[in-house]
């Protein structure tokens, strides 16, 4: 069936620091990964987003890197700094071209000052 | 531009009321999710519709459960009656369709007591 899952549910770094969030997933035919940030209180906001045709793509700050060989989704985030401080999520389609997102349990990422 | 509206952004009822929360996806977009999330079950996709059409409702728990989608602009979730189980912090976003982005809104948080 389908599994999304994350290896830390928790990450502490420091101010500055790059952080690296992973996440697994086990549907092969997934052609579509999205990460989430959510804050307490909010609703997840859209970090970025990588297709199948893709190993890497950059944003401001993140970069979102795909093995699919091992099934492997990762979030980058450089010099990272207090307001980082959230859940993050990684979600993935679950089969090639559906709309529907599968989501992680979520990382906790907490930056120290 | 307004985002994805939710209301109420909080509910407080009582075991066996009807509990009636609303969505306003963002303009243009075709496809609009209710996602339910809690500390034990993360974020579960419940029912996702395209074009005002139920797509996937094969998240929706039980028959208690029900979502309308009678134009673009406006839906809702039903659940009567309403169980302590409920209780949860449920989640409207929408898209352009396709695997894409997932807009959120701020989210209701529910409590039956």
């Known amino acids: 069936g389908e599994n999304v899952g994350l290896h830390l549910p928790t990450l502490s770094v420091q101010e500055g620091d790059n952080s690296i969030i992973n996440c697994a997933y086990s549907n092969s035919a997934s052609d579509y990964f999205i990460w989430y940030k959510q804050e307490s209180g909010k609703g997840p906001q859209f970090i970025i987003d990588?297709?199948?045709?893709?190993d890497k793509r950059q944003g401001q700050r993140v970069t979102v890197l795909l093995n699919k060989t091992v099934k492997h989704l990762s979030l980058q985030i450089a010099a990272t700094q207090p307001g980082d401080s959230a859940v993050y999520f990684c979600?993935?389609?679950?089969?090639?071209?559906?709309?529907?997102?599968?989501f992680g349990k979520g990382t906790k990422l907490t930056v120290n000052p | 531009d307004a985002g994805v509206i939710q209301s109420p952004r909080h509910e407080v009822t009582e075991m066996g009321q009807e509990v009636t929360l609303r969505c306003k996806p963002i303009s243009g977009h075709n496809s609009l999710f209710w996602y339910r999330q809690t500390m034990m079950r993360g974020l579960e996709l419940l029912i996702y519709?395209?074009?005002?059409?139920?797509?996937?409702d094969s998240g929706m728990p039980e028959d208690r459960f029900s979502a309308k989608m009678p134009n673009a602009s406006f839906s809702t979730l039903k659940i009567q009656p309403s169980e302590p189980r409920d209780s949860a912090v449920y989640f409207c976003?929408?898209?352009?369709?396709?695997?894409?982005?997932?807009?959120f809104g701020p989210g209701t948080r529910l409590t039956v007591l």
């Open positions: 990588i297709r199948s045709n893709m």
């Open positions: 976003a929408s898209s352009l369709g396709q695997p894409n982005e997932q807009f």
């Open positions: 519709f395209n074009n005002n059409v139920p797509i996937d």
């Open positions: 979600a993935e389609n679950g089969s090639g071209g559906s709309e529907k997102l599968v």
